[in-house]
């Protein structure tokens, strides 16, 4: 019987070449030519759901994402941070104990789940992070972007290239009412605990000509230790990057600095297969900006001004892929390509169990130039 190649659809997404879906794929017994397909198409689209894996186990899980990236050393792409208690990532991961690289996240108490006993999962909400939140009489019909992010350690690990993400359970079909509250008036309407996507490509190509060839030479210095480090500070009420109040922790109250550790990375890492270039920052984690001219930026407060300034035409609602999470969806996401965020506002009944797996990559990221940082 002729084996059948996998289908790639596109999805009908907010523009074309961001998102596709592919049917009966076979994680648990993955083809090389299957993988292939898989991995064009991610490198196309930067985000691609697997339906109906429901059965995929953790382990299936691990090895597709380190599939993208063989030689890495197979460690969770945020290393120990999590040990970290002031960490602001601390409280949204639990992991799973026979594979440490996937992480379970979600809403609610669970008695046991892969090996893990009387948990409870607590959805990230805007009202612990952002500056200004939503009024708590109207929580549960409106929502926030939570942390516009890259899945990166962005201190002495390398930024992964893929994350996979595993719907086990959904809650019901609630929508909310996204609000940006920036004063632009924009909102979305959105399915209750969506991950919101957007692609760097885009992020980069709807800048002007000027823009783009600032953002080609500059390179954005990420703050050490930079999740302990932004815990007692606020964000945007968009999610995209911090308000500067100089509420930052000093570096003696950070875990031990290694200079050498501290990341310097290009505003644009450019695609494997496409050549394409994406705008890549995690605004949040910013702590200065290096311009092409050799000036380096160090007022955080104009930093984070300028980067909110190239990133906040790409997160309206237009350029927004707000997945409607299925149970059984298995997303893979082009971690160097895309910038994504938790949404949503939960009551204490809602459950939401999901499985999160990337691992810090075996190489650095590829500048415009095709040098690795």
Same mark, same amino acid.
């Given at each position: 019987?002729?084996?059948?190649?996998?289908?790639?659809?596109?999805?009908?997404?907010?523009?074309?070449?961001?998102?596709?879906?592919?049917?009966?794929?076979?994680?648990?017994?993955?083809?090389?030519?299957?993988?292939?397909?898989?991995?064009?198409?991610?490198?196309?689209?930067?985000?691609?759901?697997?339906?109906?894996?429901?059965?995929?186990?953790?382990?299936?899980?691990?090895?597709?994402?380190?599939?993208?990236?063989?030689?890495?050393?197979?460690?969770?792409?945020?290393?120990?941070?999590?040990?970290?208690?002031?960490?602001?990532?601390?409280?949204?991961?639990?992991?799973?104990?026979?594979?440490?690289?996937?992480?379970?996240?979600?809403?609610?108490?669970?008695?046991?789940?892969?090996?893990?006993?009387?948990? &409870?999962?607590?959805? =990230? #909400?805007?009202? *612990?992070?952002?500056? @200004?939140?939503?009024?708590?009489? %109207?929580? +549960?019909?409106?929502?926030?972007?939570?942390?516009?992010?890259?899945?990166?350690?962005?201190?002495?690990?390398?930024?992964?290239?893929?994350?996979?993400?595993?719907?086990?359970?959904?809650?019901?079909?609630?929508?909310?009412?996204?609000?940006?509250?920036?004063?632009?008036?924009?909102?979305?309407?959105?399915?209750?605990?969506?991950?919101?996507?957007?692609?760097?490509?885009?992020?980069?190509?709807?800048?002007?000509?000027?823009?783009?060839?600032?953002?080609?030479?500059?390179? &954005?210095?990420?703050? =050490? #230790?930079?999740? *302990?480090?932004?815990? @007692?500070?606020?964000?945007?009420? %968009?999610? +995209?990057?911090?308000?500067?109040?100089?509420?930052?922790?000093?570096?003696?109250?950070?875990?031990?600095?290694?200079?050498?550790?501290?990341?310097?990375?290009?505003?644009?890492?450019?695609?494997?297969?496409?050549?394409?270039?994406?705008?890549?920052?995690?605004?949040?984690?910013?702590?200065?900006?290096?311009?092409?001219?050799?000036?380096?930026?160090?007022?955080?407060?104009?930093?984070?001004?300028?980067?909110?300034?190239?990133?906040?035409?790409?997160?309206?609602?237009?350029? &927004?892929?707000?997945?409607?999470?299925?149970?059984?969806?298995?997303?893979?996401?082009?971690?160097?390509?895309?910038?994504?965020?938790?949404?949503?506002?939960?009551?204490?009944?809602?459950?939401?169990?999901?499985?999160?797996?990337?691992?810090?990559?075996?190489?650095?990221?590829?500048?415009?130039?095709?040098?690795?940082?």
């Amino acid at each position: 019987m002729a084996v059948k190649t996998l289908e790639v659809r596109p999805l009908d997404g907010p523009h074309p070449q961001f998102g596709a879906e592919i049917d009966n794929v076979d994680i648990e017994n993955l083809r090389d030519e299957d993988f292939e397909v898989i991995r064009n198409a991610l490198y196309n689209y930067h985000v691609v759901v697997l339906k109906n894996q429901a059965g995929v186990s953790p382990k299936a899980q691990y090895e597709i994402t380190k599939r993208f990236d063989p030689t890495c050393e197979g460690s969770y792409g945020h290393g120990k941070t999590l040990d970290a208690k002031r960490s602001v990532l601390h409280p949204d991961l639990k992991t799973i104990p026979h594979q440490p690289q996937v992480q379970v996240i979600g809403n609610g108490s669970y008695e046991e789940y892969e090996g893990l006993k009387n948990f &409870v999962l607590k959805h =990230p #909400h805007h009202r *612990v992070f952002h500056k @200004s939140v939503i009024p708590e009489e %109207d929580d +549960l019909d409106f929502t926030r972007f939570y942390r516009w992010h890259i899945d990166a350690a962005l201190y002495a690990l390398n930024p992964p290239k893929v994350t996979s993400l595993m719907a086990v359970k959904v809650p019901a079909g609630r929508r909310q009412t996204l609000r940006y509250d920036d004063g632009t008036g924009e909102e979305m309407d959105v399915p209750l605990g969506t991950t919101a996507f957007v692609s760097g490509q885009n992020m980069y190509d709807i800048l002007s000509e000027d823009d783009k060839e600032f953002v080609r030479g500059a390179k &954005v210095e990420y703050a =050490p #230790h930079p999740y *302990v480090w932004m815990s @007692s500070a606020k964000s945007r009420t %968009d999610g +995209l990057g911090m308000i500067s109040e100089g509420l930052e922790l000093p570096l003696s109250e950070l875990p031990p600095v290694d200079e050498s550790q501290i990341k310097i990375l290009p505003m644009c890492w450019k695609n494997p297969v496409t050549g394409k270039l994406a705008l890549q920052i995690h605004p949040s984690a910013i702590k200065a900006i290096h311009k092409p001219d050799g000036e380096v930026i160090t007022d955080l407060k104009e930093a984070r001004d300028l980067v909110h300034r190239l990133q906040r035409p790409a997160i309206s609602p237009q350029y &927004v892929y707000a997945h409607d999470w299925v149970e059984g969806d298995f997303v893979l996401f082009n971690n160097q390509g895309v910038t994504h965020s938790v949404v949503g506002a939960f009551s204490p009944e809602e459950r939401r169990l999901f499985r999160q797996c990337n691992m810090a990559s075996s190489e650095g990221v590829m500048g415009p130039d095709g040098v690795l940082y």
